[in-house]
């Protein structure tokens, strides 16, 4: 069974701090696809990025980074300089072959204060 | 120009009354979903619909039915609602692979009384 453990539930900094929020994720699979999500204090769910199993390249967007490591089974998230706009729980995800539907971990919430 | 949207936004209640929620995609997706987010933030899937024909039911209370007139739509009817759920119900859609990331609707917050 696939299972995605976020261990952070809150983390809060203070502007211009990097931080990183860590997933680990378990599945039997060797292909599946790893994502992160955004909900920001208004609610809704924003894709931010999707992984799969056989692309080992950290991606880095602005000042959003994702660093994914098979051999400890983590697909972890830093966001360099961070802004009080960044505040939001972040999710990370995994859907396994042969299925659309994603399974969530339990969320980090980001506060970021000025 | 909203690509998954469902209505109400909010949805207040008292218990034992029936209530629906829909959903509609414009993105041409062949799969919808229904997941709850609890109190805790905790997202779990409670359905998943591919062109129609249900593909996964998730422990879900015979209470909630979902139904899909066709692929762009998928409502989600509650009777005899409960305190326990009080949620938010999300709906989102892709297309029908694993790679393919969900699209989800702003959410609707429903509260039990």
């Known amino acids: 069974a696939q299972k995605v453990t976020q261990a952070q539930t809150e983390i809060s900094v203070v502007e211009k701090e990097d931080v990183t929020l860590d997933c680990v994720y378990e599945t039997r699979d060797t292909t599946y696809y790893l994502f992160w999500y955004k909900q920001p204090p208004s609610g809704e769910l924003v894709f931010l990025i999707r992984?799969?199993?056989?692309?080992?390249q950290n991606e880095i967007s602005g000042r959003y980074s994702w660093n994914f490591q098979k051999s400890t089974s983590s697909f972890n998230f830093t966001i360099t300089a961070s802004q009080v706009v960044d505040s939001a729980v972040y999710f990370c995800a995994l859907s396994e072959i042969g299925y659309s539907t994603l399974t969530f971990g339990k969320g980090t919430m980001l506060l970021v204060s000025p | 120009d909203t690509a998954v949207s469902q209505t109400p936004k909010y949805l207040v209640t008292q218990m034992g009354n029936d209530k629906s929620i829909k959903c509609e995609q414009n993105?041409?997706?062949?799969?919808m979903y229904w997941y709850k987010q609890d109190s805790k933030k905790f997202l779990k899937i409670m359905f998943s619909y591919n062109n129609k024909e249900l593909i996964i039911n998730e422990t879900v209370p015979n209470r909630f039915s979902p139904k899909s007139p066709d692929k762009a739509h998928l409502n989600l009817h509650i009777n005899s609602l409960e305190l326990g759920d009080s949620a938010v119900y999300f709906c989102?859609?892709?297309?029908?692979?694993?790679?393919?990331?969900?699209?989800f609707g702003n959410g609707t917050r429903l509260t039990v009384t």
């Open positions: 989102a859609s892709s297309q029908a692979v694993e790679s393919s990331p969900l699209h």
């Open positions: 993105l041409g997706h062949d799969t």
């Open positions: 992984r799969n199993s056989f692309d080992e």
